[in-house]
């Protein structure tokens, strides 16, 4: 059984190319599969180390080669490409993973298992039929407006339009008939939206991750699942500002010389969980007064000096912090921080 003390592979659509090397001075092993080949290749070598690019199916294929005994890490893409020799190509790619991961201050990302790819599957599709819904509606209001039939913004008056569209005599049938259709689709996608919330509310109270980090204020069933399924362990980050930059919440450095620099924040990382942490921190926001407790006393002060979408990022990002504290010591929230007056 041949040994290699570690392997890059680079993934494809139909075809792998695969960079392996014995010895750090040894020669390297390049090799170039198909799909169907992959698995039989590696289950005929020794445990080792393959490191792989972050990236679509990326998952699957680290699953598939742990149960082969190996030994997957999978590295970012934007970690990888300043290894990559002249000319980019599928063999440079597999040779750069394999520097790229034997670098010792390398970062990896941790393989997800198959039920919480499915539980992230659930938040997409939600976030898909919900950006269905908004193009829906928006083409609603525009055919409509052309025949004069406006209703009041926001998603809770689309009922009043619809009406409009059914009562309205000078509506043309056949613009009636249209106007029908797009509202029987706007029905079938609230009921799947209800139906994917619903799944998602039945994983949340199976996952004691999620029900533990679902006390922290602005979280719900929706962000704490999400959150619960995209960190699978939280102890790859040092600290929860790392947690924090990792989401992108923390401010952008430009520094030189000796003199530090900060910008807007880099929203780098998960937009999905940023997007909700500052969303659910903006409600937060309008109640903290009527709280008490020291997290509700930082909240008053800080939205009394700074805009309110500045605050909302800036709790969010406090938010953040608390998440991973409690995602890494299992503790639970503490109530008297934040503790109705």
Same mark, same amino acid.
């Given at each position: 059984m041949k040994k290699f003390i570690r392997i890059g592979l680079d993934l494809g659509k139909n075809y792998f190319q695969v960079h392996g090397l014995e010895s750090e001075s040894g020669a390297a092993m390049t090799r170039?599969?198909?799909?169907?080949?992959v698995l039989g290749l590696f289950a005929g070598l020794a445990p080792c180390r393959v490191g792989m690019e972050a990236c679509g199916s990326a998952h699957y294929w680290a699953r598939e080669l742990a149960a082969l005994g190996h030994e997957p890490v999978l590295i970012a893409p934007a970690y990888v490409k300043p290894y990559v020799k002249r000319c980019k190509s599928d063999a440079a790619d597999a040779a750069a993973i394999c520097e790229a991961m034997s670098r010792p201050n390398m970062r990896f990302v941790p393989v997800?298992?198959?039920?919480?790819?499915?539980?992230?599957?659930?938040?997409?599709?939600?976030?898909?039929?919900?950006?269905?819904?908004?193009?829906?509606?928006?083409?609603?209001? /525009?055919? +409509?407006?052309?025949?004069?039939?406006? %209703? =009041?913004?926001? !998603?809770?008056?689309?009922?009043?339009?619809?009406?409009?569209?059914?009562?309205? /005599?000078? +509506?043309?049938?056949?613009?009636?008939? %249209? =106007?029908?259709? !797009?509202?029987?689709?706007?029905?079938?996608i609230d009921a799947s939206i209800q139906a994917i919330e619903g799944e998602i509310a039945k994983e949340h109270a199976q996952n004691q991750m999620s029900r533990l980090i679902d006390e922290i204020p602005a979280f719900g069933p929706l962000v704490a699942s999400a959150i619960a399924a995209s960190v699978p362990d939280p102890t790859v980050f040092r600290s929860g500002r790392d947690f924090a930059a990792w989401l992108g919440l923390t401010p952008r450095q430009d520094s030189t010389g000796g003199k530090t620099t900060l910008g807007p924040i880099t929203k780098k990382g998960n937009p999905y969980l940023r997007k909700m942490l500052v969303v659910g921190a903006r409600s937060v926001l309008h109640v903290a007064h009527k709280r008490k407790g020291a997290l509700a006393e930082w909240i008053v002060k800080m939205r009394a000096n700074k805009k309110e979408r500045v605050a909302a990022v800036a709790l969010a990002n406090k938010l953040a912090r608390i998440c991973w504290a409690m995602m890494s010591s299992g503790e639970c929230f503490r109530g008297e921080i934040y503790a109705k007056a």
């Open positions: 170039k599969l198909s799909r169907a080949k997800k298992s198959a039920d919480q790819q499915a539980v992230l599957m659930l938040h997409k599709t939600r976030e898909l039929l919900i950006e269905q819904r908004t193009m829906s509606v928006n083409a609603l209001r /525009g055919h +409509l407006a052309e025949f004069g039939l406006v %209703a =009041a913004k926001g !998603i809770e008056h689309v009922g009043e339009l619809r009406a409009l569209a059914h009562e309205d /005599g000078r +509506l043309p049938r056949i613009a009636k008939a %249209a =106007a029908g259709q !797009i509202g029987r689709h706007l029905d079938e």
